[in-house]
Structures are given as C-alpha cells and as structure tokens.
C-alpha cells in the first residue's frame, strides 16, 4: 500500500504530461475544441438567463383607464369594461412626465430645465405635426379639447410653465423661481404640476414635473390621430430632455440586445441598491475585494512582460480563466445551484483573487528555462542549414516545463479547492454558492491549464523558434561571429530569476505568493462564517427565478398629478353646451422624459448623439445573442495569430536583403548564395536542379571566374529559364534588380545539353553528320551548329520549332539569325523579352517566325455596374489617360443606377463570291437562294458544327458575279474559322443544283471582314449590342465637371454633324475604337476586327424636365469570341477569366461571347462619356500634357 502510495505522485506526473503532450502536438485542434466548449457553456447559460425571470423588471405594467362621471355626478368612476355608452363626451387625457435618471437628483426647477421644459411644450403645441393622408394636424388647431371658460377657445394644456404665463422673457427674468412656485401654491394654482414639493422643508428639488393634455376624441378617428401624437411624442429629444417612452412596460422578446440591456439595467439598479443599503464595512469589504482584482491583473501582465510577453500570453491567462468561469457556471446550474447575480457582482472579485492567474505564470516561465537550458549548436556556422539542429524541441521543453512544475501546480489547486469545498459546507446563506463555484471554477481553470494554455504557449514558443532560426541564418549569411552564451543572453535575458526551481531543488517557485493567496481565502471564508460580513448576503425576497408574470395595473386616478385635472376638466364640461351628458376620460400611461447630464460644448453633443445613433443600428441588426458575441470572440482570436504569423513572415524579407549584399561580390559569392537559398528556401522547389559540371568543366569555369582563386567544389545551379542569372534574382528578391552582366561569367544555355556552349566550332559537314547519326537529331547541335546549318539552308528558319523540339531554343537560334543579317545587328542583344512564356500555345495557332513577345501595359478601369453586376475592365493600352478617362465615366454611371445593355442580333458573316456563264443562271440561283433552296444550303451548312446554325442569307448581283452574305451563330468562338467551312461545304451542295457555278472566292468582300463597309453598319455582324444609362445632372457637374446642356450640343455638334461632314461610315462617336481596341488586346482579339467592331453611334439628350443626361452607344458589329484565337494565351485567358467569361458556356452556348460584347459596349459608353465631357468642359488637352507625355529624356545624336 506504501509502495502505491509512494507511486502515484509519478503516475500522475506522467498523467499530466500526457494531457499536455496531446494539447502541444495538436495545439490548433485543442484550442478549437476549447472554444467550442465554451461557446456551449455560454449558449447553455444565456438560455437559462433568458428562461430566467430575475433580470426582468417586476414592476407593475401600467395601463390605460377610463373613467366616468355621469350627467348626475360630480365625481369620476372607473368605467366597466362591458359598459357601452352612446351618448357621451370624450376626452382622452395624456400626460408627459420630466424627470431626472434614476438615482441623479437634478433641480427640475433649475432655471435652464425650465427653458427646455417651455422649448418642448412649444414643439407639442404648434410644431409637430400628425398626417391624417391628407392634411397636417396640430395639437392647438386640430386635436385638443377647446376650454369654455374663456373667449380664446384655447386648448387645454396643464404646464408648469403657465406660472410664467408660457413667456420666455418671464422665465428668464423670474430671480427666484422657488417663490414665484410657492405664491402660486398657496393660492392653490398649481398642485399639479409638480411631484414630491415639500415647502415646509424650503427645498427646491421636486422630484418631477407634469404636463397635461387633453384630447377631444369625439369622433371615428380621433382617437387614432391622439395615439400617433402620443407616439411621436415618445420619440422625441429636446435639449437635455429625452424620451424613454412610456411608463408601459411592453413585451420585449427574450435573448434580444433590448432584452439584455434592460436586464443589465435592472441588474445595476439592484446593485445600486444593495450599496446604498450596504454596512460601511461591506462596501470596504468589495472595496478591497475589486482593488485586490485589478492589482491581480496588473501583475499579471508586469509578470508576462518580464518573461518577454507583453500581451498574448497574459490574454491567453484571461480566457483561461473566463473559459473556467463559464464551465463553472453551468456546471452549478446543472447541479441545481442558484447564484444570485447581485452576490456574483460582489463575489468576482474575490473569485479573480481565487483563481490568482500565478500558476500559468509559474508554469510559462519553468517551461521558458528549459527552452533557455537547450544547447544550441557547438558552432553557430556548422549544420546552419538544418535548423532542427539549432533549435529547441518545443514539444520536449513544454513537457519539461510541465514535468516540473505540474504536480506542485495540481497540489496548489487540490489544497484551494479542498479550503472552499469546506466554506461550501459551512451552510452559511451566499457563502455557500459562492464557496461551491469558486472551487469548480478552480477544477475547471486546472484542466484549461494544460489543456488550452498549453496548446497556446506551445504555438507561441514555436513563434519564437521560427524567428530565432531565421535571425541565426542571417547573422551567420553576414558573416557575424555569434556565440551560444549572447544568444542565450539576448532571447532569454528575462529568465534569470533565481526563484525558478534548478536541479536537485525541491522548492517550489516563489511559494510566498500561494501563500498569501491561500490566507486570503481562509481568512474570507472565516469572516463570512462569523459573519464579520455581509457581502455574499442578498436582500432580494426571492432568491430563485421566478416564473410568475409581471403584475399589471392601471393608471392610479387619484394621483396628486392627475385627479386635480380631472376635476377642472369635469368642471368646464359641466358649463359646456354638453355638459348635460357624461363625460368618459381615457387616461393613458404617462410618457417619461428624463434629464441627461449637461455634455458640454455642442461638438460633444453631436457625438453623444453621433454614440447613440450607432448603438442604434447596432441594437436593431445584432439580434442573435450567441453568434454575435462568439463572432467578435473567434474574430479576436484570428487578428492575434495572425498578428504573429506576419510578425513571422516578415523576417524571410531580412534574409532576402542580406542576399542582395552579396551579389556585389563576385560569382563565388553569388554561387555561395545559390547554393544556400537553395537548401533553406521553400520556394524554390519547383526549379530545377542542374547537375554538378564534371571536372574538366570545373576547371574551365574556375580559370575563367578567378584565375587566381582556389578551386572549391561549385554548388549547384537552379535555373527555369535561359536567363540564369536573372531568373535567380527575380527568384530570390522581388525587390532585388537584375545584376550587371559580368564578363568573367560562362554563358549559360537552357537547353537540356550543355552543348549550346561549345568550346571546338564544328564545320557543316561535321553537324551534318551528327544531326544523321545523333539519337537526339538536330537537338544534339550548338547553337551556332544551328546558326550554320540554317544559314547554308539545310535547317529553315521557319521551322526551328519543329526542328530542335524546342521552342524556347528556337525562338533564340531564330533571333541569333536575324540578327545576324539586319542592318542594325541588334536583335540579338535587344530588350525585346524571350524567356518566361508559353511558346507551345502560340506554335501552330497563332503566330510563326516567333522571336519574342511584346508586354503590353494593362491597366484596369471601373468597377462599371453592368446589368446589375459590377465588373472590372481589362484594357491593354499604351495610351495614357485612356484607363483613367473610361474610370472616370464608370463612375459616372454608376452613380445613376449603371449601365442596361441589350443584344439585338448575333451572327457572324461570310459572303463568297461565285460566278455563272450567263444573267439568267445568276439570278435563278438568287431566287434559289430565297426560297426552295434555303432550307438545302441551311441542312448542308449546319452539318458542319455543332455550333454553327445558319440564320439568313442575302444575295446581291454584280453583273454575272453573284455575292451570299451568310449569317450564323457560332456559340461562344468568334467563328470566322467555323463559318468558313460551313460556307465550302453549303457552295459544294449549291454546285449540285447549278453545275456551271464557279467558285472565285471563298470570301468576296460581301461579309465584311477587317474592312469599313456599310453593310456591317446597316445589317450588322458578330453581336449587335445596345447600351444606356441615365446619369443626374449633378452627377454631371461634381463628376464630370460640365453640364448637361453642354454635353448634349456637343454630341449633336461632334459626333452626328461633325461624322455626316466627313462621310463616316459608323463612325458617329467620339473614340469607340480606343476602348475597344484596348479590351481586345486584353482579351486575346482580333485587334484588326476593330475596323467594323468599332462601328458605334453616340446618343445623349435630355430627360427628367432637362434636368439628367440619357446617354446610349449602338453598336452593330461586334465580334468577340471567348474561345479559339488569342484567347487560348494565358495571359488573354486571366483577363477572360477576370470577367467570368472565359472559354464555352456551359449551358448556354454563346452567352459568354454576348456578355462580353455586352462588357464592350457598355465600356464604350463610359469613354465616350468621359471624353466628351472633358472637350465639353476644355480639360482635354491639359489631362493629355499632364498625364500623357513621356518624362523619359530621348537621346540624340550629338551636333557639331
């Protein structure tokens, strides 16, 4: 029994390091799993609240009375509910109640509260207002009771203003409001205008003020008009007086921001009054408790900073213990433990204190020392490029850490919980719930412990570990001599404390604290249980929720406010013309006014109401009470790691700067740094990987690099591309410029021989015959073998591609020749870029001879709402002002709702051109063409394609030379290809029914392609596309900085007059071509389509009683298509896909094409737009000089 005894200290060690070896291998797991957890607590605990009565305010609901005074009484009755009377008079009493907030004494005579109270009044008589549907009614015109006693026929008001007869100047003038008050109430005048004014006691501090009014609700819909007022009323605020509706408590649902804030308020309001109740030595007693707890927390984050912490991992102490807080909570629930929320406010404090927040702390600072105690590297420079063997395990030093310090930590909190589980037995009323919470909150911040902290501190050492190895890689990259003694130092110079437990130490670190925290504890169980304190004590008369419904009653009669009104109102019935009949009196709930603090300046007042307003919005979209608290938790969580993980990402950026340094000093270094990027990044993998040279190659490149130099073993070379070097420092450093080129450096090649390079120049028939004889054919050759070859025409030049199976090679040996052969001799070396592009794409598709490529500026205009979808617009454009000025327009139209666009037609064109030996053949086949043979040629052509469907055809004689216009739809391609074999095949059949047709051309100029003609214009090709917009004459102004006038007489000047001047064919536009050109190259178009495309006609005039712009683009001979052509380069491609439009729709086929020519057009009418108003506006020319001429100085020849 002794010997399991002496055991089980050692299980439960390895217990615990079991617990916090999983928590530290699957820290991101643990930490979820906790969350989890205690969003189930939490969630769990609020729906106990919420089903819970004792937040909700048990003070009576009021509602309205009515009461009666029939024709042969002088006093009111209240008024039976089943009683229905015909023959009455009506009124309809509403009351306004101004007062301070609960527990603020303002002096509601106070003279400047009177001017807000003579404001307010003013505002309910004469200036709001309640529409009817058809008419604005007043309380003085239209809805009040009209007095008798007087010639006025003034409306009934009951203010405490009328001691001042209503007058402004009165009031200011009054020097002493307190008597002006008691003259009046001596002369019994004024007793119910004011509550709780005690002038025996020569105060001047009544507690409220009154208003009266009185409605006439005689009449179907009076009653309806004085509720509206009422509830205007109840949303009102005057200077210092703000609503907060009515006395009535109205249903509020459950788990809602106004539910929580009420119950918060009515919590506060209980404890309020259990301080004002509160022994002197309670209050010290709480006092001394909160101060306790928030010297608790700032010695938690002194602690943390000292270890090197300053706020994670005291946050991460915090929601350990709120996690445990919460776990306790429920767990008390469930047993059936009720904690009054009132004892709960005084408890946290000394449940902060329990909890104490120094073991975490014990445990992160013995898990540091053993980080500190691991040996680094017995050299700094050796094994430098696996940093496993420069760092600690973080997984071995948490486990160290928790093997040391566990087992005391565990022993701590069994000796706290066992001190309160004994307070919990004591039976003493409030101690008891609290004893018993205290000690499973304890239990709970125990399991979280090395749980969830352990799975934080473990990611944060790991932190750490990234961004200590990264500092060690460069500092040894930069050649600075570091030892294990001043690394240790720097990182770890905050762990010096002796206090720590070393080895063969028994001692606990700094026992002194648990200590204490254990008196405290002891000693505040003690003073409860000889109740030297009362603190945990409630005086609340219901200790348990309570389900009962709130009490409702009605508005008392016989209140000092309101039985005085009802008398003088029954008095001047009686002398009224009716007043023979009984008067019925509804007395509706007051509406509470209360008195605000006095903020101060109005700026402060603006953000006082500017607070509200966003508390507001905030109460009416927040209604969820779980999601929307959890959210801002999880969001928490997120910002700090990832605050972290960019802290972390930031030092590869140092390392990349100290690569930089050593491109300056010569090759060995650069191969140097080659080699060691290329075992420490991880970005580098999908190079590849050069073998070593062999040694002859190792000598040749040694005497050429440094003839002096050492031979060293080279590392080897990472290259994707021709240009080594280049690619190496792009690859390295974004930032980093591409290095000079060095002489003393061997040409590199990317061909997988490295025989490009040669060292013996072979003769022709020698690279004949290895080119015969070579399994690898010509690839086998240099490329100056290559040069020669195709010089001496055995190789043509036109062909290298499929020649040397290479095309990047090809495009090199291609530019070698002709640069050879120019005048200039400078294509060889020139800045016309060759490397890092996907030749394969372009071979056989489209371009041939390739020698490069050209990158082209895109820029990026919008974002245009089109047809409800806001999008961006590619546009390739050497032009400056172009992307700017499309923008520009974009955001124009957008302001008035965007851009509706319109597909009238889609068919691309083809008309060939055949011949007949007479007129009469030729027409004949016209006729055909129209009527019987339509639907031959149309069976014929569409057996082509499964895209291509034949719409129409028109004819045209020419002599005997007859034109066929065909127009098809061809999905999403453009379909010059398609339709072109589907018009051979249509001819073929055609030449069936006419055999002496001859064929003179596939394509006869009667499409038309490439070319300006009218037809397009007229009857349209590829897509026919419509776009407006309407944009507000302001819009126009602050935007486009002219007006709508101007823009419409500019239009009709320029585009319609000044195009008819010039004979345009389509071309009634400002700059069409411009935008579109520019989207074409973008998206891999034909740019030579934007002859006809370009074909658009410019609208604007006036709408909206000449107040707004209508502007509207047609154009009827777009042709776009997002397969086939350039768009299969992956360039053209990312734009496409930028616009969702890329390749073949899946289900409709064609729609990605229209949408495109949809995007085109509408881009057109913003440019157009924006042009116009700059020339309408005369800004043009000076946008063009600022942002349009080139800052490069050119060179020039030199003059003598």
């Known amino acids: ?114 001017e807000s109270v003579l404001e307010l009044q003013h505002v309910l008589e004469k ?70 004014l005690n002038l025996q006691e020569n105060t001047n501090n009544p507690t409220a003020l009154a208003l009266t009014y009185a409605f006439n609700t005689n009449g179907p819909f009076r009653v309806r008009w004085a509720n509206m007022w009422e509830d205007k009323v109840a949303t009102l605020k005057i200077g210092r007086l703000a609503s907060i509706g009515k006395k009535q408590q109205q249903e509020i649902e459950k788990g809602s921001v106004a539910w929580l804030l009420m119950s918060l308020g009515n919590m506060a309001s209980k404890i309020r009054e259990a301080i004002r109740d509160a022994e002197t030595v309670d209050i010290v007693v709480v006092f001394a408790g909160y101060l306790l707890m928030h010297t608790t927390f700032l010695g938690l984050f002194l602690n943390m900073r000292k270890i090197g912490s300053r706020f994670i991992l005291a946050m991460c102490v915090l929601w350990n213990g709120f996690f445990a807080f919460l776990a306790a909570m429920l767990t008390v629930n469930l047993l059936g433990v009720y904690v009054n929320p009132v004892l709960l406010s005084e408890a946290i404090p000394f449940l902060v204190v329990t909890v104490g927040f120094e073991k975490p702390f014990v445990l992160t600072k013995a898990v540091l020392q053993a980080s500190s105690n691991s040996s680094p590297p017995s050299s700094p420079t050796k094994d430098m490029k696996n940093p496993a063997t420069i760092s600690y395990n973080v997984l071995d030093n948490v486990l160290a850490g928790v093997n040391k310090v ?406 090199k040996i291609r530019r070698m020749i002709l640069s050879r052969v120019s005048l200039t001799k400078t294509l060889e070396t020139s800045a016309l870029p060759m490397s890092h592009y996907d030749y394969a794409k372009v071979y056989g598709a489209c371009c041939e001879s390739v020698i490069g490529y050209i990158p082209v500026p895109v820029g990026v205009s919008g974002p245009l709402n089109i047809d409800g979808e806001l999008l961006h617009i590619p546009m390739a454009t050497t032009e400056g002002c172009l992307v700017a000025s499309t923008s520009r327009g974009c955001k124009a139209i957008n302001a008035g709702g965007g851009a509706v666009t319109a597909v009238t037609n889609d068919g691309m064109t083809r008309g060939p051109c055949v011949e007949f030996g007479g007129l009469e053949r030729a027409a004949e086949a016209s006729r055909w063409l129209s009527e019987e043979g339509m639907d031959i040629i149309k069976e014929a052509f569409d057996s082509t394609s499964r895209f291509a469907r034949l719409r129409s055809l028109k004819s045209a004689l020419a002599g005997r030379l007859l034109f066929i216009r065909f127009a098809t739809t061809t999905g999403d391609a453009m379909g010059m290809n398609m339709i072109s074999k589907g018009c051979e ?106 002859v006809e495309s370009s074909n658009c006609i410019t609208l604007m005039k006036t709408v909206n009683d000449d107040q707004d712009l209508l502007i509207t683009c047609t154009m009827p001979s777009i042709e776009v298509g997002t397969i086939g052509g350039g768009t299969i380069l992956a360039p053209q491609g990312a734009m496409l896909d930028m616009l969702g439009v890329r390749g073949a729709h899946p289900t409709t086929p064609g729609a990605n094409s229209q949408k495109l020519a949809r995007v085109i057009c509408a881009a057109v009418m913003a440019g157009e737009l924006s042009l116009c108003a700059a020339l309408a506006a005369g800004h043009l020319v000076k946008s063009h000089m600022q942002h349009n001429r080139s800052q490069q100085q050119h060179s020039s020849a030199p003059t003598r």
Not at 719 to 742: G, Q
Not at 1001 to 1007: A, D, Q, R, T, V
């Open 406 to 811: 566990g087992l005391n930590i565990v022993r701590d909190y069994l000796i706290e919980i066992v001190v309160l589980v004994v307070g919990a037995l004591s039976g003493v009323a409030g101690l008891q719930e609290f004893c018993f919470l205290a000690s499973f909150i304890l239990f709970y911040d125990c399991v979280f412990l090395f749980s969830f902290y352990t799975a934080m501190l473990t990611m944060k050492l790991e932190l750490k570990r990234i961004r200590e190895t990264s500092l060690k890689q460069i500092a040894v990259e930069d050649e600075i001599t570091v030892s294990p003694a001043n690394i240790r130092h720097n990182i770890f110079k905050a762990f010096r404390d002796t206090t720590v437990e070393t080895e063969g130490s028994k001692k606990f670190n700094n026992p002194m604290i648990a200590r204490i925290k254990l008196l405290i504890i002891i000693g505040f169980v003690i003073m409860h249980v000889m109740n030297l304190a009362s603190t945990l004590h409630t005086n609340d008369t219901i200790s348990l929720p309570s389900k009962t419904m709130p009490k409702v009653t009605k508005v008392d009669i016989n209140d000092s406010t309101i039985h005085p009104i009802l008398s003088l109102l029954l008095r001047e019935h009686r002398q009224s013309p009716r007043g023979n009949l009984p008067l019925i009196v509804d007395i509706a709930p007051p509406v509470v006014f209360r008195i605000s603090p006095n903020i101060g300046s109005p700026i402060s007042e603006r953000v006082y109401e500017a607070l509200n307003e966003l508390m507001d919005f905030w109460s009416y979209y927040v209604q969820d009470p779980v999601l929307a608290r959890w959210t801002w938790v999880m969001l928490a969580v997120s910002v700090m790691l990832n605050v972290y993980l960019l802290n972390t990402h930031k030092l590869p950026k140092i390392q990349q700067q100290s690569m930089k340094k050593t491109f300056t000093s010569g090759p060995n270094i650069v191969a140097d740094a080659i080699s060691s990027t290329t075992e420490s990044s991880h970005d580098l993998h999908s190079t590849n990987i050069i073998p070593k040279l062999s040694s002859s190659s190792q000598k040749e490149t040694s005497s050429l690099t440094s003839p002096s130099a050492p031979a060293k073993e080279p590392s080897p070379l990472i290259m994707s591309s021709i240009e080594a070097r280049t690619d190496l420092c792009s690859t390295v450093s974004s930032s980093c410029k591409t290095p000079p080129s060095n002489p003393t450096l061997p040409p590199v090649s990317s061909s997988s021989s490295l025989s490009s390079s040669p060292s013996v120049v072979r003769t022709l028939s020698e690279c004949l015959e290895i080119c015969d004889t070579s399994p690898l054919g010509a690839a086998a050759l240099s490329d100056e073998d290559i040069v020669l070859l195709v010089q001496n025409g055995k190789f043509s030049i036109h062909s290298l591609e499929k020649t040397l199976k290479d095309f990047l090679r090809a495009v």
């Open 1 to 114: 029994m002794s010997m399991r005894l002496q055991e089980l200290p050692a299980r439960f060690r390895a217990f615990l390091c079991y617990v916090a070896s999983k928590s530290s291998r699957a820290p991101i797991e643990t930490i979820v799993f906790c969350l989890i957890i205690a969003s189930f607590s939490y969630a769990s605990l609020f729906r106990s609240f919420v089903e819970s009565d004792y937040f909700n305010d048990k003070s009576p609901t009021l509602e309205s009375t009515q009461v009666i005074a029939r024709a042969d009484s002088d006093n009111f009755i209240p008024l039976a509910t089943r009683e229905s009377i015909t023959q009455a008079s009506r009124l309809q009493l509403k009351q306004i109640i101004i007062e301070g907030t609960s527990g603020d004494y303002y002096n509601v005579l106070d003279k400047k509260i009177l």
């Open 985 to 1090: 095949k249509a001819l073929s059949v055609m030449s069936e029914h006419f055999p002496d047709m001859r064929i003179i051309s596939l394509s006869g100029n009667f499409c038309t392609d490439k070319k300006p003609a009218a037809i397009n214009w007229i009857e349209g090709r590829g897509k026919s596309v419509v776009a407006e917009a309407v944009v507000s004459g302001k819009t126009v102004q602050e935007v486009l900085k002219t007006s709508v006038k101007a823009l419409v007489e500019l239009n009709t000047s320029k585009n319609l007059i000044g195009s008819a001047m010039a004979g345009s064919i389509g071309g009634f536009n400002a700059h069409a071509a411009n935008i579109l050109t520019a989207i074409y190259i973008a998206t891999g178009q034909d740019p030579a389509q934007n």
């Open 127 to 196: 200036v709001m207002d309640v529409n009817d549907g058809m008419n604005k009614l007043y309380y003085n015109d239209d809805l009040c009771y009209k007095s008798t006693l007087d010639n006025t026929g003034s409306c009934f008001v009951a203010s405490p203003l009328q001691i001042w007869n209503n007058n402004y100047g009165t009031l200011h003038s009054d020097t002493n409001i307190l008597e002006t008050v008691r003259t009046r109430l001596e002369l019994n005048e004024a007793q119910h205008l004011f509550r709780d």
